[in-house]
């Protein structure tokens, strides 16, 4: 049975913090809120937890478009091949913010992701996963919980998430109602950036 974790966005208590970035060492999976959807998310190098969200996905590891979510651009260089000026300009216009921004992966990807040519970079602007991703000390991956209505494509009430996924993960984190529209995801692999889906972030950036 899941943790039910309320963390207050205006000020994330570092007890709640720490509870759920120990359970994020110790292998386990997390839905957690952001400035989009509820997601499900872990430990970025932990090949059991990674296996485990692929497997509550119903994905190949090897094949799943996980998204990378940081801090801050300060992680950048540990997956990304190095980017121009004007790519880098752009991201620091837009992040945090609700952007996917798929990039040329390097070759330090875990080991998992190796074979991966490119990589979603995801910072959202939310004060309790920026606290839980400082906490831990790298990024976590994400994946966007979807709901099986098929009016109301994503889940927005914490509890009635944890109603649902309680046996499935270790933690679910109550940040207050989410919202119900992904991110905006931009590909900057190619000579002009490319929208691939339009979702909350505008394309004014």
Same mark, same amino acid.
């Given at each position: 049975m899941a943790d039910f974790i309320k963390i207050y966005p205006q000020n994330p208590n570092p007890k709640d913090v720490k509870k759920v970035v120990d359970i994020l060492k110790k292998g386990g999976v997390i839905i957690y809120p952001s400035d989009t959807v509820y997601a499900l998310g872990c430990d970025i190098n932990n090949t059991r937890a990674l296996e485990k969200v692929a497997q509550i996905r119903g994905v190949k590891l090897e094949k799943a478009n996980f998204s990378f979510v940081c801090r801050d651009l300060s992680n950048l260089s540990d997956y990304v091949k190095q980017i121009d000026t004007a790519t880098f300009k752009l991201l620091k216009r837009a992040l945090p913010g609700p952007y996917t921004f798929i990039l040329p992966g390097n070759n330090n990807l875990p080991t +998992?992701?190796? *074979?991966?040519?490119?990589?979603?970079?995801? +910072? &959202?602007? $939310?004060? =309790? +996963?920026?606290?839980?991703?400082?906490? %831990?000390? $790298? &990024?976590?991956?994400?994946?966007?919980?979807?709901?099986?209505?098929?009016? =109301?494509?994503?889940?927005?009430? &914490?509890? %009635? =998430?944890?109603? *649902?996924?309680q046996h499935l993960v270790d933690a679910v984190i109550d940040g207050g109602y989410g919202d119900n529209v992904a991110s905006t995801v931009i590909d900057l692999t190619g000579d002009e950036p490319i929208v691939v889906r339009e979702g909350k972030g505008s394309l004014e950036i």
């Open positions: +998992v992701f190796k *074979k991966k040519k490119e990589v979603g970079i995801r +910072v &959202p602007d $939310n004060s =309790i +996963v920026q606290a839980i991703i400082e906490g %831990l000390g $790298n &990024p976590i991956i994400s994946t966007s919980i979807r709901d099986e209505d098929e009016v =109301i494509e994503y889940t927005t009430d &914490p509890e %009635l =998430i944890y109603e *649902k996924w």
